[in-house]
């Protein structure tokens, strides 16, 4: 039985989302993606309702079973950003414990790590991940729902891989090829979780 | 016809709650005042879901046609803290949207030069405003429950007062004989409001 989760990629203007399905030996399979759009010029509290209709619509529609959303670290970014992401990543999480939905958090950097090997990928270098594991024919753009695909596929490796078998199934055979070596990738990840972690849960 | 705006000051321990009608002449009654309250050892999207479900709760049964929040600037202080005031926030905003009731956002100085004519009072300094200025016989506790009414005042007194003689009805007659001299308050809150504005609305 597959596991479906969603990848939520907070922001006001553009809401990435995606969803994959992951089966059995962690075989990954392409769901949905989509963007939320809102404008600047409309109310904040429009402009949640909006995103946060849009994120009804998406779980109504295809009933995940997890959520992957950003951890947000306020050093990170411009403040403004910070604040909006709070505020989706609130209405996200409410309406994920409403329908039984388990959550995770992840650092952008460990996304970037799961699916690229390294923690300070660029965005092009995600989305063209992105697209290999899912098997796409083209990088999902904007950069938003590539993000959100990131994050889907992040929280999808989540528990730790036990032995290197298993993490050599970890990108699957069409990706295997051109990806940096799986105990790498999957070393990276430890590292960035790990970092994560000694950092504490400061931000939820 | 009264208005009737709510407060609501957003924590994820405590989310204090109050709700005040506004009558001709700028006159103030009490109506409501709760905290939802949950536990730091839940899960943050359950607390976000709990708090969620209170505030709904709220609304309907008072609706408001104005709700009053906490501006927040990720300086002021603990991140932790910061994130979960926006997350609720986010909750908040969009439940207002959802119900065509008007946001406005206040910083803290503005609240409390508002209620006490001085932008850095101390919290039973604001709880004991609060209590004159709608007539209650103890001040609301915890503080939390006090800062949420003291921001529906805020609220109440958001539109500019053009003459002294609105001015000297700004704080009711029972509560004016011990409160700093409402022009002084009045100068306080534009001063506090003036300054809000110059730093721009950085921040949702």
């Known amino acids: 039985m597959a596991r479906r989760i969603i990848g939520i990629d907070p922001g006001l203007t553009r809401c990435g989302v995606g969803i994959i399905d992951v089966a059995a030996g ?3 399979r392409f769901v949905h993606v989509s963007v939320i ?8 509290s429009e402009r949640l309702r909006i995103i946060g209709d849009g994120l009804e619509a998406v779980l109504d529609e295809f009933a995940p079973g997890a959520m992957a959303l950003e951890r947000v670290f306020a050093e990170q970014r411009n403040l403004n950003t910070v604040m909006g992401v709070a505020q989706i990543s609130g209405i996200a999480l409410r309406e994920a414990a409403l329908r039984d ?14 699916v690229t090997g390294y923690g300070r990928a660029e965005k092009a270098q995600v989305g063209e991940m ?9 990088a999902p753009k904007p950069a938003d729902a590539a993000d959100a695909l990131a994050l889907a596929i992040c929280a999808a490796w989540q528990t730790p891989v036990s032995s290197a078998r298993s993490a050599s199934r970890l990108h699957g055979s069409a990706a295997a090829e051109r990806v940096a070596a799986p105990t790498k990738a ?3 990840w430890l590292a960035a979780e790990r970092a994560a972690k000694s950092r ?3 931000l939820g």
Not at 37 to 44: I, K, N, S
Not at 130 to 138: A, D, P, Q
């Open 186 to 188: 999957q070393e990276a």
């Open 101 to 114: 939905i388990s959550t995770q958090l992840h650092t952008p950097s460990e996304v970037k790590a799961a």
């Open 130 to 138: 992105v697209r290999r594991l899912l098997g796409l024919k083209e």
């Open 26 to 28: 962690r075989k990954l």
């Open 200 to 202: 504490g849960r400061r």
């Open 37 to 44: 759009q809102t404008h600047a010029d409309q109310e904040l």
